[in-house]
T-cell receptor, first 113, second 119 residues
Framework: SQQGEEDPQALSIQEGENATMNCSYK?????LQWYRQNSGRGLVHLIL?????REKHSGRLRVTLDTSKKSSSLLITASRAADTASYFC?????????????FGEGTQLTVNP | NAGVTQTPKFQVLKTGQSMTLQCAQD?????MSWYRQDPGMGLRLIHY???????DQGEVPNGYNVSRSTTEDFPLRLLSAAPSQTSVYFC??????????????????FGPGTRLTVL
């Protein structure tokens, strides 16, 4: 089963609005990462947040991590049409046999001009 | 730097055929991985390598072989293609970090993908 699950599965907003995507996971993690995938392309890394961090910023992106709730959120402020893409969270989960990087199923974001 | 390159971009195989998907990186990364992406299932790890000569299985390794003879290259071999292997395959690489401070898996650099269809 997937370690990380994104919510919502799809999100449609207007340009200039903020977009919030959530990720929940099941087991303890070393870090959590967010990636963007434009249609037909490879994934691009956005932000890595470690288990001992609570919030991280990168330009218009803000990521939070709540290890007590096993959840993370990605906020994109002042969205643009170019932000239209699928967004995935990936967890570096601590497992008995060593850690694994596990991806969720993604949130499809559409930003309408 | 070219980053992570994959060949071919598209491939059609018949059931039972074998082939090798190529992956190369020029960033001197220790870690390399292969994922497959299917609709509605995100990315699933097939095999990974933490350095030349070292490989390990991921979540869905059956039907695939890998080897890592050099730091740069990490080919994925399909031994006898099946329709269930129709998917988009991504290769990724990353650098090694201090294990006890941030875990083993750091920022992944992905290739553009190979779209494989097995008839």
């Amino acid at each position: 089963s997937q370690q990380g699950e994104e919510d919502p599965q799809a999100l449609s907003i207007q340009e200039g609005e903020n977009a919030t995507m959530n990720c929940s996971y099941k087991t303890s993690i070393n870090n959590l990462q967010w990636y963007r995938q434009n249609s037909g392309r490879g994934l691009v890394h956005l932000i890595l947040i470690r288990s001992n961090e609570r919030e991280k910023h990168s330009g218009r992106l803000r990521v939070t991590l709540d290890t007590s709730k096993k959840s993370s959120s990605l906020l994109i402020t002042a969205s643009r049409a170019a932000d239209t893409a699928s967004y995935f969270c990936a967890t570096d989960a601590i497992e008995t046999s060593g850690s694994r990087l596990t991806f969720g199923e993604g949130t499809q974001l559409t930003v309408n001009p | 730097n070219a980053g992570v390159t994959q060949t071919p971009k598209f491939q059609v195989l018949k059931t039972g055929q074998s082939m090798t998907l190529q992956c190369a990186q020029d960033m001197n990364h220790e870690y390399m991985s292969w994922y497959r992406q299917d609709p509605g299932m995100g990315l699933r790890l097939i095999h990974y390598s933490v350095g030349a000569g070292i490989t390990d299985q991921g979540e869905v390794p059956n039907g695939y072989n890998v080897s890592r003879s050099t730091t740069e290259d990490f080919p994925l071999r399909l031994l006898s293609a099946a329709p269930s292997q129709t998917s988009v395959y991504f290769c990724a690489s990353s650098y090694m970090d201090t294990i006890w401070t941030s875990g083993r898996w750091n920022e992944q650099f992905f290739g553009p993908g190979t779209r494989l269809t097995v008839l």
